[in-house]
């Protein structure tokens, strides 16, 4: 079977390679076989070209002539008008180089036909370096070019035939070096047919124990001399498995001798997962079915609650923090006012200022609660004895629950501690015990547990945290129990089963938020009129306890400011407003900016700053974490106080890995502000 032609033909005037036969021997060859058809010699410098009579026939000249000679010009008549440009360029070329001349082109012939023929000489040079004499021969390879087109033509014929073949279809020679293959043999082996033309599968294969198989079989069949079907396992480019069905059969000559092999291959892959998918579907086929639908609408669930509470959440969050930018300016502004009443400096106020004070704290415990389920409240995290806390708050239980229902606490003993917010888990506890008391209106019993948990690895938790070491707390109730639809929805935002008025619906989304957020999550397990179950499994902390920080929140206005400089920078200008008077009205210099950029100017001149009040989110390029750090380069030890309706990107941990650094949620008590200004203050490194 002929190879694949080169992509760029031999030039047939190109001079011969380093390595080709010496001049001498190709002569004394061609004249042993009796291929000559004729000499010449070429006198350069007067244009003299004279030829012997083969020559002669074999240009369609006058032997006479040519033996007395003549000028090149007449003596190249005969060449074909398409070949004579590239003859004459070879010749001038060698002139101009000197070295051996070489070139093939046709001649015509007495018969009006074209014969081809290969013209072979060299230049001899005078002592100046002039061109004299230009002898050479004409061989006879109209024979060879005949067969070289016809190898084409079949090669050509070839390809078009593989080509237009879908699937793979390829022919390799008896040494199983590929000769011809079509696109679909190139995707299959995932390399262009440049890197594998000519070679052997064990050449061009990555994986070298499929290319010893695939070579053994085609070495089996083209010796047993008959076709064969074969199933053949390979690996793709792309490293998965797959199965071909090849159908391989011995190529031979005219002779009847094989001298390679021609095959085709289909991808069977499909259909043999496909034969063995319904082998196995035929053994249990409705359990099969069962199961799939199944875990497709379980799948399906799951994604749509996700993608629900997600999105909700985002849009909670957002709304929670534009939300307490107005309300700590709408405190800030009261509060301020109620301080100038009780100077004597307005009369008449005190009533409507409650009451703006009560809608504040109203409104501020609804974002909170929006916060802590979109978890983006800003958590204070402490190792927390959970046994404790619980014990703290017995009292507050048993009060708010009424005389009517029984608490019972059962406490491990070596309880794990958990790294959370106390403030919270506490109002999570208090919201699941009220929870408990309205599905007991007739009186019963609330049971609260805590346990040392180990989460195994199941889809019942696992698509939610990480199997490891968890402390459980589980509030239980022996009251009126939920239905499996109610239970679907209970984390949903807004959704309560209490009359219009009487509940938020943020109760047990809030206690999602919060468990998500701190790394754990809720479970409930509940029937009608069996009572319910909901667990809190929160992570466990090795560490050691730390100290609890002290609540600041109602400690008495500061007074002691003494002229120290403090750079409020909030993109809300009624809460930056706010705080400049108060610290003004409390002995401090106030620098205000309204955006991250005038702030980082601000901290990177050369004005005296004791003290940075930030929001965290910020207009400007940067947020405010970004901001103070960019400031304390400058200003190494600067004290930085975060004021924040969320903390996106920023958790109180992560504010504590610097010193002198504190948080403080929106809405906030002046007081508390002022407290945590003047703790930063002097805590201050000079």
């Known amino acids: 079977m002929p190879t694949q032609p080169p992509e760029h033909p031999r030039d047939p005037c190109a001079p011969d390679e380093p390595n080709a036969p010496d001049t001498a021997e190709r002569l004394q060859l061609a004249l042993d076989t009796g291929a000559i058809v004729g000499t010449w010699v070429w006198d350069v410098a007067a244009d003299h070209f004279s030829a012997d009579d083969r020559f002669a026939r074999t240009f369609g000249l006058s032997a006479k002539v040519c033996a007395q000679g003549l000028p090149l010009e007449e003596a190249m008549a005969s060449v074909h008008p398409q070949d004579r440009p590239r003859v004459e360029a070879a010749v001038f070329e060698t002139l101009g180089n000197g070295g051996h001349y070489r070139c093939e082109y046709r001649v015509l012939q007495s018969d009006g036909s074209y014969r081809w023929i290969e013209a072979n000489g060299h230049v001899e040079f005078d002592a100046a370096g002039r061109p004299q004499r230009f002898p050479g021969v004409l061989l006879d390879i109209q024979k060879r070019r005949a067969a070289e087109a016809e190898r084409d033509r079949m090669t050509h014929l070839l390809r078009t035939f593989t080509a237009a073949v879908p699937g793979v279809v390829y022919a390799k020679d008896r040494q199983g070096r590929m000769l011809v293959a079509n696109r679909g043999t190139s995707e299959l082996i995932g390399k262009p047919p440049e890197q594998y033309i000519g070679r052997t599968d064990l050449e061009f294969l990555e994986d070298k124990v499929q290319a010893r198989v695939i070579m053994e079989t085609d070495r089996r069949i083209m010796e047993g001399r008959h076709t064969q079907e074969v199933e053949e396992e390979v690996r793709l480019p792309d490293g998965t498995a797959a199965t071909w069905l090849s159908l391989k059969t011995p190529l031979v000559d005219e002779d009847g001798e094989v001298i390679g092999l021609i095959g085709s291959s289909i991808d069977v892959t499909a259909r043999k997962k496909a034969e063995a998918a319904v082998m196995e579907l035929n053994q249990t086929l409705e359990e099969r079915v ?7 609408e379980k799948a399906e669930a799951a994604l749509h609650q996700a993608q629900k509470m997600e999105a909700v959440g985002q849009l909670t969050g957002g709304i929670a923090h534009d939300f307490n930018n107005l309300l700590a300016g709408l405190s800030g502004s009261l509060e301020l006012m109620h301080m100038r009443l009780k100077q004597g400096r307005i009369d008449d106020l005190e009533r409507y200022l409650d009451v703006a004070q009560g809608a504040v704290k109203r409104a501020a415990s609804l974002t909170h609660r929006l916060l802590a389920f979109s978890r983006r409240q800003t958590l204070a995290p402490v190792p927390t004895d959970v046994n404790a806390l619980i014990r703290g708050l017995e009292e507050l239980v048993r009060r708010s629950v009424g005389p009517a229902i029984e608490v019972s606490v059962r406490d491990t003993p070596a309880l794990w501690t958990a790294l959370i917010d106390p403030t919270q888990l ?12 309205d599905a007991m209106p007739a009186g019963g019993r609330i049971t609260i547990e805590t346990a040392n948990q180990w989460l195994p690895y199941s889809d019942e938790y696992n698509h939610e945290v990480q199997a490891g070491e968890y402390l459980a707390l589980h509030v239980t109730d022996n009251g009126s129990g939920m239905t499996d639809e109610v239970m679907a929805k209970v984390f949903e935002p807004f959704f309560t089963t209490k009359p219009v008025g009487e509940g938020t619906g943020l109760g047990l989304s809030m206690i999602y938020g919060f468990a998500r957020q701190s790394g754990g999550l809720v479970k409930i397990k509940s029937q009608p009129g069996h009572g319910t179950t909901v667990s809190l499994y929160l992570p466990r902390h090795c560490a050691g306890m730390d100290v609890a920080p002290v ?25 930056r407003d706010a705080v400049a008077e108060l610290l003004e009205s409390l002995g401090y210099v106030v620098l205000q900016a309204a955006d991250s950029a005038q702030g980082r100017e601000l901290l990177q001149s050369t004005a005296r700053i ?10 400007g390029g940067l947020n405010g974490r970004q901001m103070a750090e960019l400031g304390r380069v400058t200003r190494p030890g600067l004290p930085v106080l975060y004021i ?14 610097q010193p002198c650094t504190e948080v403080l949620t929106k809405p906030f008590a002046l007081e508390a502000l002022s407290e945590r200004v003047r703790t930063l203050i002097t805590q201050r490194q000079p």
Do not use: K, M
């Open 290 to 296: 069962r199961i799939a639908i199944a875990e497709r």
């Open 426 to 437: 506490e109002n999570a506890l208090l919201n699941l015990c009220i929870n408990a008391r």
């Open 551 to 575: 609540d600041a929140g109602h400690a008495p206005i500061d007074t002691g400011g003494a002229g120290e400089t403090v750079l409020v920078v909030d993109d809300e200008a009624s809460v």
């Open 610 to 619: 004791d003290l940075l009040v930030t929001d965290v989110g910020l207009p």
């Open 644 to 657: 924040t309706g969320y903390a996106q990107n920023l958790t109180l941990d992560q504010c504590h890995l």
